[in-house]
């Protein structure tokens, strides 16, 4: 990608995805409210820089240097393996990490909520596909079949 388009040989594409990569290794997908706005967006912004620099850290080191210990299959392989190891509340359930802290920081602030759910679109949130738009769905529903989802799924862990 981004290397070979900057100049890189074959052999330095490998190396800048490598040095990139690692450094994603055991990422949570936990989107506040369920949607991608936060912290979703944020961390493909990151994630870009990230990327920016290991393609001009690859680039401008000598061909004799070998940045990385690992290969980029190898942090693949172990990407894999991370992301089959992680609890499930992390993969992008809205249900661990950012988004569970952010349910409990606004659980006492009902007029902060709905100022948050207006200023993240969740009043235009629709349900189905987008070829069949089943219904427009409002964020009190949206708020009630999650907390039906989470009575459901408490259930299955006693």
């Known amino acids: 990608g981004l290397c070979a388009v900057m100049g890189g040989s074959p052999e330095k594409v490998e190396q800048a995805a490598e040095v990139a990569m690692e450094h994603s290794l055991g990422m949570t997908c936990d989107p506040i409210l369920g949607l991608v706005q936060v912290p979703c ?43 089959a190891d992680m609890n499930s509340r992390y993969r992008e359930t809205a249900e661990g990490g950012l988004a569970a802290e952010y349910e409990e920081s606004i659980k006492d602030q009902p007029e902060l909520a709905d100022k948050v759910h207006e200023m993240m679109g969740f009043h235009r949130v629709r349900r189905g596909t987008q070829a069949v738009v089943q219904r427009d769905t409002t964020a009190q529903e949206l708020l009630r079949q999650q907390g039906l989802v989470r009575k459901r799924t408490q259930g299955f862990s006693s």
């Open 41 to 83: 967006i944020e961390r493909n912004t990151m994630g870009a820089m990230r990327a920016l620099n290991a393609c001009t850290l690859t680039l401008r080191s000598p061909e004799s240097m070998k940045h990385g210990l690992m290969s980029l299959d190898g942090v693949l392989r172990v990407m894999k393996a991370t992301g």
